[in-house]
């Protein structure tokens, strides 16, 4: 039965699924298809070096990880009602609950099967985004992979920080909006509230699931330009410190971890208790 309830799981949402996929990597995706098709987008790649690449693949690895955990967690939530709350409104989920699997351990496997989705694809949008950039910088002819080998090492010693960091706050979106939609009685009130929770949590929690260290932007500001009238479409004036970003902090990771817990135990709690009208 655990064999079923995967695949009932996979048969049902697989395109919600690689839509998610496709959305979080949309930002690189479409850069490298500009890349890829304009001859424009492709000038700031020839004027790098070994010594600039760490600015350009820091910032490919902060603005994805940024994204990630704001604008995207709206995403996840979405993901979350879109796979739990359709088998609430038409009752097919009443037919697994006579099935000889018991109701929580259905919840569960239903849950644990979310949450492997939900953090493999946000691991892979903020591993994949660095490595995106490296290879078009690679492609660009000045970056060298003898001379940019150790950059490329300490951009996913920080990634993989950073993917950490955004699985926890997305589990947090996902199993909250779970909650959310085994609440509310139909999809579109679910999918307002998901939205709605998922904004008051970045509120709340803005300064405490920051993982930006106060080093990051205590020296020079950062600054990113863009423009579309020079060759030079993408500017990024100066290094980024990568050790304030991502830092292992135990308080907020395990709080993440904790609320991702809670909201999954309530979820399952009242799945359990649906009854068919």
């Not at 790098?48 to 902060?62: E, N, R, V």
């Not at 939900?118 to 995106?132: N, Q, R």
């Not at 199993?175 to 709605?196: F, Q």
């Amino acid at each position: 039965m655990i064999r079923a309830v995967f695949w009932k799981e996979w048969r049902e949402h697989r395109w919600k699924y690689a839509a998610f996929w496709l959305a979080l990597n949309f930002p690189v995706l479409l850069v490298a298809l500009a890349v890829a098709l304009s001859v424009g987008a492709r000038a700031p790649f020839g004027d790098l070096s070994d010594s600039t690449a760490l600015k350009y693949l820091g910032f490919a690895l902060i603005g994805e990880s940024g994204l990630l955990a704001s604008i995207f967690l709206v995403v996840t939530g979405f993901l979350a009602v879109a796979t739990f709350r359709p088998e609430l409104e038409d009752g097919s989920v009443f037919f697994f609950y006579e099935q000889p699997l018991s109701r929580g351990r259905y919840v569960a496997l239903k849950l644990l099967n979310g949450v492997l989705h939900t953090v493999l694809a946000v691991t892979f949008a903020v591993l994949f985004a660095p490595v995106a950039a490296y290879a078009l910088m690679l492609l660009g002819g000045k970056v060298t992979v003898a001379g940019s080998m150790g950059t490329l090492a300490a951009v996913m010693a920080a990634s993989a920080r950073g993917a950490v960091w955004c699985s926890l706050i997305s589990l947090v979106a996902f199993t909250g909006s779970a909650l959310v939609a085994a609440l509310l009685p139909r999809w579109w009130l679910a999918t307002a509230g998901s939205a709605l929770l998922i904004v008051l949590f970045s509120i709340a929690g803005a300064n405490f699931f920051d993982f930006i260290e106060p080093a990051f932007t205590a020296a020079e500001p950062l600054t990113v330009g863009v423009g579309f009238g020079s060759p030079q479409w993408l500017t990024v004036s100066r290094t980024i410190p990568l050790y304030a970003f991502a830092p292992w902090r135990a308080l907020p990771l395990l709080t993440a971890l904790l609320l991702a817990a809670s909201f999954a135990a309530a979820t399952g709690l009242l799945y359990t208790r649906k009854q068919l009208k």
